[in-house]
């Protein structure tokens, strides 16, 4: 099922896009609200992993390249 969504524009607005009878007016709004959604969506995960990522504690700047050389030494 979907919802009818309308979209008023000025007189003369809707003269111009006469003018461009072959463009699919109709597709080219659901696609722009589904892209703009979709960047939408992308940005709120984008801010809810920056706001998860404050929680982790810093590790010193050597602990990687630390654990990284113990793993090869233990083979």
Known sequence: MSNIVCVRVS????????????I???DLKR?????????LE???L?????NDLRDVPTLPSDTVSRL???DRDSH
Do not use: G, Q
Not at 13 to 21: N, Q, T, Y
Not at 31 to 39: A, C, N, P, Q
Not at 46 to 50: A, M, N
């Open 11 to 22: 007189r003369d607005l809707s003269e111009k896009m006469r003018k461009f009878h072959y």
């Open 24 to 26: 699919n007016w109709s």
């Open 46 to 50: 984008i801010k809810k992993i920056e």
């Open 68 to 70: 990284i050389r113990a």
């Open 31 to 39: 696609r722009f609200i589904k892209e703009t959604v979709s960047r």
């Open 42 to 44: 992308a940005e709120e």
